[in-house]
């Protein structure tokens, strides 16, 4: 199975989310999408929707964190890439 890590993906709609979220179920490519809990600006119900289009993608919330996740919680999500990669 082929794996893939998106550090952002930008959509102009909901549907454009939803349908190439269903291409990469379709061609078996493994999604993890990662969350800050705390996020003011991508929508919270966001991991909802993107379960619902491709319920074998891996959503990590990571508690305590807003939008800028990746720089103040490095080590969470580094190490949930890393579990991702290896399974």
Not at 41 to 52: C, D, G, H, M, Y
């Amino acid at each position: 199975m082929r794996k893939c890590v998106l550090e952002r993906q930008v959509h102009s709609s909901e549907s454009d989310m939803r349908d190439a979220h269903r291409i990469l179920k379709e061609r078996n490519v493994s999604i993890l999408a990662i969350f800050g809990e705390e996020d003011s600006v991508i929508p919270q119900n966001t991991a909802k929707l993107l379960s619902e289009v491709n319920n074998t993608a891996q959503i990590v919330k990571i508690k305590g964190a807003g939008h800028g996740l990746v720089t103040t919680h490095s080590r969470q999500i580094n190490e949930a890439i890393l579990r991702f990669l290896h399974e």
